[in-house]
Nanobody, 123 residues
Framework: QVQLVESGGGLVQAGGSLRLSCAAS????????MGWFRQAPGKEREFVGT????????YYANSVKGRFTISRDNAKNTMYLQMNTLKPEDTAVYYC????????????????WGQGTQVTVSS
């Protein structure tokens, strides 16, 4: 079992920045990769990006490439999502999850999920 807790969400104006955190606990040594997803009201959960836990390789959705950066701190068992140049269409609940491989873009390929953190971008 792996437990994930997201934090760092909030309200920000368009063009602003936020950094989300995802703290992992439990059987984290078995985690190969982790990812970020988001879900806006009335929409399906959408892949944002993923990172391998050991080497830090990253892969992003086209919609966030160049604006969002994923990183991790192995010593703290924490993954981050730095979001810059935020747009109103980035408004969603953001989730972190543990992945089975890299790069995995389908939510079904992720096993453990956090509870989510709300990000709201005002225009």
């Amino acid at each position: 079992q792996v437990q994930l807790v997201e934090s760092g969400g909030g309200l920000v104006q368009a063009g602003g920045s936020l950094r989300l955190s995802c703290a992992a606990s439990g059987r984290t040594f078995s985690t190969y990769a982790m990812g970020w997803f988001r879900q806006a009201p009335g929409k399906e959960r959408e892949f944002v990006g993923t990172i391998t836990w050991s080497s830090g390789r990253t892969y992003y959705a086209n919609s966030v490439k160049g604006r969002f950066t994923i990183s991790r701190d192995n010593a703290k068992n924490t993954m981050y999502l730095q979001m810059n140049t935020l747009k109103p269409e980035d408004t969603a609940v953001y989730y972190c999850a543990t992945g089975r491989g890299f790069p995995e873009v389908a939510a079904a390929r992720y096993d453990y999920w956090g509870q989510g953190t709300q990000v709201t971008v005002s225009s």
